[in-house]
């Protein structure tokens, strides 16, 4: 059974950084594209970033590019995002996600339709 437990959010001010990490069980880390949606309050999932399963292509949602970074560490089975220069817009629920599809098809792909999602963990960034 495969879990994707996040890790890392919390209550941030604006400008501020926080690293969220994500670790996976139960599937072979190294065949996955790893990424990240985000859930606001009353708001759709939004797809944030996916990197692929060597760490070699990452692409992200243009309103965090430049300011979020995700990275991997397969030997841990764990994707981390890095967020920096936070804002009160990035306050949201954040997903762990995976799935095999490279991180350039992410975009087409509907939420439902991911291999695996983890539970959440939620960063708040006050104004």
């Known amino acids: 059974q495969v879990h994707l437990v996040e890790s890392g959010g919390g209550l941030v001010q604006a400008g501020g950084s926080l690293r969220l990490s994500c670790e996976a069980s139960?599937?072979?880390?190294?065949?996955?594209?790893m990424g990240w949606f985000r859930q606001a309050s009353g708001k759709e999932s939004e797809f944030v970033g996916a990197?692929?399963?060597?760490?070699?292509?990452?692409t992200y949602t243009d309103s965090v590019r430049g300011r979020f970074t995700i990275s991997r560490d397969n030997a841990k089975h764990t994707v981390y995002l890095q967020m920096n220069s936070l804002k009160p817009e990035d306050t949201a629920v954040y997903h762990c996600?995976?799935?095999?599809?490279?991180?350039?098809?992410?975009?087409?792909?509907?939420?439902?339709?991911?291999?695996?999602w983890g539970q959440g963990t939620l960063v708040t960034v006050s104004s």
């Open positions: 990197i692929s399963w060597n760490g070699g292509t990452a």
């Open positions: 996600v995976a799935d095999r599809s490279p991180p350039s098809n992410w975009y087409l792909i509907h939420p439902n339709a991911f291999d695996a």
């Open positions: 139960g599937l072979a880390f190294d065949s996955y594209t």
